[in-house]
């Protein structure tokens, strides 16, 4: 099903909602206006606001736009991400702590925000708590993207399990995986990229009711078609989001070129 209305295509896929937008900054902004609209009504709920934040290429212009928006209430935010490289100093231009630091906490004055601690030593402790922290704000809004190879956080397909056991682990990174934090300009060579990661698994992303998810560039077109059109598998684990009860996926004209009905 697709309508058109001021050059947006909205269209489902099972579950999922879809908004095709232009530009990678239109979907941007409308991701953000949609994040910002639920964090109001979180808000108005009268208790603290549990969001876990994405980070990359593709969150750029909603971090941007939803940091800009006015009046929201990120004093009431509880702020957690979902991955980080395992070994990667904090203050590397790839760090996801720097990421955020720079998009996110630095722009905006939360409650609180929990980062998420690579460093080997310790990591497993850090893990347990990381997640009793997490479990405690019960996260309301979870703001997502997809990898070339349908990676949600960081659960490549080599390492994605629909059932989980564990809510947070340490995974090997693929050669897709990391070959896309080099296309996308993060690493000079394949060989920079930390072979590991600490990522929360797919399971605990489920467990958000609401998800928002930010997928500009052409570079995303394949992910894009595997993840509506492929058989739900963890060979491309974005396919799971047809799953989810609610979920939208903000595509621009790149991303979004590959589907066979556009």
């Given amino acids: 099903m697709k309508s058109l209305s001021q ?4 269209l489902r896929a099972g579950t999922i909602k879809l908004e095709i937008h232009r530009t990678g900054k239109a979907a941007g902004e409308a991701a953000a206006q949609a994040a910002a609209n639920e ?3 979180l808000d108005n709920l009268g208790r603290a606001i549990g969001v876990i934040f994405a980070t990359g290429a593709s969150q750029l212009d909603t971090l941007d736009a939803l940091t800009s928006t ?11 991400h979902m991955d980080e490289y395992v070994g990667l100093d904090e203050n590397h231009p790839a760090s996801f702590r720097r990421y955020l630091r720079e998009r996110l906490t630095g722009r ?3 409650r609180k925000f929990f980062e998420m601690d690579g460093n080997p030593e310790g ?3 850090f893990a347990r708590d990381y997640i009793q922290s997490l479990e405690t704000a019960n996260p309301q809004l979870c703001l997502l993207g997809i990898g070339e190879n349908g990676h949600l956080a960081f659960n490549d397909p080599g390492e994605a399990d629909f059932n989980d056991p564990l809510p947070i682990k340490v995974v090997t990174l693929d050669d897709a995986c990391r070959q896309q934090q080099v296309s996308e300009g993060w690493f000079a060579s394949r060989d920079e990229v930390p072979r590991q990661a600490l990522t929360l698994t797919i399971p605990t992303l489920f467990r958000v009711p609401k998800l928002i998810v930010s997928v500009p560039g052409g570079r995303k077109a394949a992910a894009i078609r595997r993840t509506l059109e492929d058989p739900i598998s963890t ?12 979920v939208t996926i903000y595509l621009d004209a790149d991303s979004a070129a590959g589907l066979s009905d556009i």
């Fill in 235 to 246: 060979s491309c684990p974005s396919t799971i989001l047809r799953t989810h009860p609610d």
């Fill in 7 to 10: 050059d947006v295509a909205r």
């Fill in 108 to 110: 905006v004055a939360m």
């Fill in 70 to 80: 006015p009046g929201l209430p990120w004093p009431h935010v509880l702020g957690f």
């Fill in 39 to 41: 964090l109001r009504r």
């Fill in 123 to 125: 990591i497993d402790a």
